[in-house]
C-alpha cells in the first residue's frame, strides 16, 4: 500500500512508494492536483505531517552533508530532483534516491516524511534550496 501525500487541507494529492535496492532506496511517486510548475520534493528527517509541516523538521542528512546537487560537499541524502508538475497537476516519477536504506536510515525512532515545497530547488542555496513553503507531506511507514 502506498503511503499518502496530503495538502495543508487535509486532501490526498499524491501516494509514493519505496524499494530498497542494492543502490539505493527506489522511490515512485504519483501526484495529483498539485499546483502545475516545479517543485522541490525530498525526505525530511522527521515523520510528522502537521500543517504547515515545519514538524517533518530538516531534509534528511545523516552524514552532515552540505544541501544541494551542485554544491561540491553536498548532497543530503535527502535532496531529490525537482518535480515539474504539467498543468493537469498529474504527474508519476521514479527516482533512485540517494538514502542508502529504509532501515535503519529512514525508519528510526521518529520517523521521516516526504514534503513537497511550492517552488522549484535552486540545488546550491543552504540549507534547504531557497524553494519555500512546504505545500505537502507524506510520512513514510513500514509497509
Known amino acids: 500500500r502506498p503511503g499518502e501525500l496530503e495538502n495543508r487541507d487535509g486532501e490526498t494529492v499524491g501516494t509514493v512508494m519505496l524499494r530498497e535496492t542494492p543502490n539505493g532506496v527506489l522511490v515512485y511517486a504519483s501526484f495529483t492536483g498539485l499546483p502545475p510548475g516545479s517543485h522541490a520534493f525530498h525526505f525530511h528527517e522527521t515523520g510528522q505531517c502537521e500543517p504547515p509541516f515545519k514538524s517533518a523538521g530538516g531534509h534528511f542528512n545523516p552524514d552532515g552533508s552540505a544541501h544541494g546537487f551542485l554544491v561540491e ?15 493537469s497537476g498529474e504527474l508519476a516519477i521514479e527516482n533512485l534516491s ?28 543552504q540549507p534547504s534550496g531557497a524553494a519555500g513553503p512546504r505545500i505537502a507531506c507524506g510520512v513514510i511507514e513500514p509497509q
Request: avoid cysteine; aromatic fraction near 4%; charged fraction near 25%.
Open 73 to 87: 560537499e553536498g548532497p543530503h541524502a535527502g535532496d531529490m530532483p525537482n518535480i515539474h508538475v504539467p498543468t
Open 98 to 125: 540517494g538514502v542508502r536504506a529504509l532501515e535503519p536510515d529512514l525508519l528510526d525512532d521518529d520517523g521521516a516524511a516526504f514534503i513537497v515545497h511550492r517552488g522549484a530547488d535552486d540545488y546550491t542555496s
